[in-house]
């Protein structure tokens, strides 16, 4: 355990903050900009997967364990997002036959 701290120490935390940042940033874009389901989805996950690694490098240096318990949990909530995601996506395209986000508009009443 100490060596695992000890190499990611050697890495100063502002880079582990800069890193997320971009890697949340491209996620957000994504959802902003993208139409598909499936790439706001994968642009939800990165956001998620970004937050984790944040989470891991702080507890990481604080030398406690909570933040890389948090981090199972979020695990946790992701694996569930994309279950019921992926349940929602496959209705949709029955439906619909297009995984693109302006044909939902078609599911109104």
């Known amino acids: 355990m100490e060596n695992i701290v000890q190499n990611i120490q050697g890495v100063p935390l502002n880079h582990y903050i800069i890193f997320c940042s971009i890697i949340f940033a491209i996620g957000v874009i994504g ?5 598909n389901v499936i790439i706001i989805m994968m642009s939800i996950e990165l956001m998620l997967n970004a937050v984790n690694l944040l989470l891991a490098a702080f507890s990481a240096y604080r030398g406690d364990a909570s933040g890389q318990v948090f ?12 279950a019921v995601g992926l349940a929602i996506i496959i209705m949709v395209y029955r439906n ?6 302006e044909t939902l508009s078609k599911l109104r009443w």
């Open 31 to 35: 959802v902003l900009i993208r139409r």
């Open 71 to 82: 981090v199972f949990f979020v695990m946790a909530l992701a694996a569930a997002e994309v």
């Open 96 to 101: 619909t036959k297009s995984v693109d986000i």
